[in-house]
């Protein structure tokens, strides 16, 4: 199984549908910002380095809709026609929702459900070389290591939205090379993903004067 499943899963999710109901079924009040566009918090093509470009934008109309509840983005490598980053948000109708979400991600993106026995695998743990952590997210979870190629992920929850976020890395283990971003360059899309929901926080819930 290759690493990321739950971002491969997503396609799917969204490909069938995600905007009938709100997102884990109803509750009495919608949280602030519901009826904002979700795609309006994905990172822009502008944090990524030169030569990286966006491959597509999923579902069809999120851009426009905003009661689409999870979207997803990817972006490649185009300059040297390798790597590979996703992200995909979910929003949820309660923080509850978010947080049982939040808890899912975190426990089954950094392990593989059986022992690999032909993918590389080196265990997922905080890397030395990015020391961001955001200020603004209720919980947040930055990982790097190897599941066939080597990636890093982060997994965080913003009140009632949790955002994965995946980049392949350039890196290379015991013979192995894989190509992606550097350390530093997926700290700054980082530092980016977070800013764009720092801003969205400070909208929906305003701090007191």
Same mark, same amino acid.
């Given at each position: 199984m290759?690493?990321?499943?739950?971002?491969?899963?997503?396609?799917?999710?969204l490909?069938?549908?995600?905007?009938?109901?709100?997102l884990w079924?109803?509750a009495?009040t919608?949280?602030?910002?519901w009826?904002?566009?979700?795609?309006?918090?994905?990172?822009e093509?502008?944090? &990524?380095?030169? /030569?990286?470009?966006r491959?597509r934008?999923l579902?069809?109309?999120?851009?426009?809709?905003?009661?689409?509840?999870?979207?997803?983005r990817?972006?490649?490598?185009?300059?040297? /026609?390798?790597?590979?980053?996703?992200?995909?948000i979910?929003?949820?109708?309660?923080?509850?929702?978010?947080?049982?979400?939040?808890?899912?991600?975190?426990?089954s993106?950094?392990?593989?459900?059986?022992?690999?026995?032909?993918?590389? +695998?080196?265990? +997922?743990?905080?890397?030395?070389?990015?020391? &961001?952590?955001s200020?603004?997210?209720?919980? &947040?979870?930055?990982?790097?290591?190897?599941?066939?190629?080597?990636?890093?992920?982060?997994?965080?929850r913003?009140?009632?939205?949790?955002?994965?976020m995946? +980049?392949?890395l350039?890196?290379?283990y015991?013979?192995?090379?894989t190509?992606g971003?550097?350390?530093?360059?997926?700290?700054v899309?980082?530092?980016?993903?977070?800013?764009?929901f720092?801003?969205a926080?400070?909208? &929906?819930?305003?701090?007191?004067?």
């Amino acid at each position: 199984m290759k690493p990321k499943m739950i971002l491969a899963m997503s396609l799917l999710t969204l490909m069938v549908s995600c905007r009938v109901v709100p997102l884990w079924g109803p509750a009495s009040t919608p949280l602030p910002g519901w009826r904002s566009l979700v795609s309006d918090l994905l990172v822009e093509d502008s944090a &990524f380095p030169a /030569g990286w470009a966006r491959m597509r934008d999923l579902p069809q109309g999120s851009l426009t809709d905003p009661t689409i509840n999870h979207v997803y983005r990817s972006w490649w490598g185009q300059a040297q /026609g390798k790597g590979k980053a996703e992200q995909a948000i979910w929003r949820a109708y309660s923080i509850v929702d978010a947080e049982d979400k939040y808890t899912e991600l975190r426990q089954s993106q950094f392990q593989p459900r059986v022992t690999p026995q032909y993918d590389l +695998f080196v265990e +997922f743990a905080p890397p030395t070389e990015i020391s &961001f952590q955001s200020q603004v997210a209720n919980e &947040f979870y930055l990982a790097c290591g190897w599941w066939g190629v080597a990636y890093c992920e982060v997994v965080a929850r913003y009140r009632n939205y949790v955002v994965d976020m995946s +980049f392949e890395l350039e890196a290379e283990y015991d013979g192995d090379v894989t190509h992606g971003l550097t350390y530093p360059e997926i700290e700054v899309v980082v530092r980016a993903m977070d800013a764009r929901f720092a801003e969205a926080m400070e909208e &929906f819930y305003p701090s007191s004067p």
